[in-house]
Nanobody, 120 residues
Framework: QTQLVESGGGLVQPGGSLRLSCAAS????????ISWLRQAPGKERERVSC????????FYADSVKGRFTISRDNAKKTVYLQMNSLKPEDTAVYYC?????????????WGQGTQVTVSS
């Protein structure tokens, strides 16, 4: 069964750091790009970061560039998002996402999300 489970969120003061993890099961993680997305009340869903299947290529939204770092360990079937210099604007539920496709369909999977709250 395809499953993604996010963890590592919590309450942190501005300027602090958190490391989010996304654990995958039910598919071969090493074949797929993985994204982190976030959703905050009153804001549009934002694609925060993405990493290619091999880890050789990454993407960051302008809002987090220079502060967040995405990485992956395919052997552990886990993707990470290191978040530094956190701002209140980073407060959101963070989800990891994968699109799995064959010749006919593309299916999108995401986890339950993990809450990140940045507040003094």
């Amino acid at each position: 069964q395809t499953q993604l489970v996010e963890s590592g969120g919590g309450l942190v003061q501005p300027g602090g750091s958190l490391r989010l993890s996304c654990a995958a099961s039910g598919f071969s993680l090493g074949y797929y790009d993985i994204s982190w997305l976030r959703q905050a009340p009153g804001k549009e869903r934002e694609r925060v970061s993405c990493i290619s299947s091999s880890g050789g290529s990454t993407f960051y939204a302008d809002s987090v560039k220079g502060r967040f770092t995405i990485s992956r360990d395919n052997a552990k079937k886990t993707v990470y998002l290191q978040m530094n210099s956190l701002k209140p604007e980073d407060t959101a539920v963070y989800y990891c996402h994968v699109a799995i496709r064959n010749a006919i369909w593309t299916r999108h999977y995401w986890g339950q999300g993990t809450q990140v709250t940045v507040s003094s």
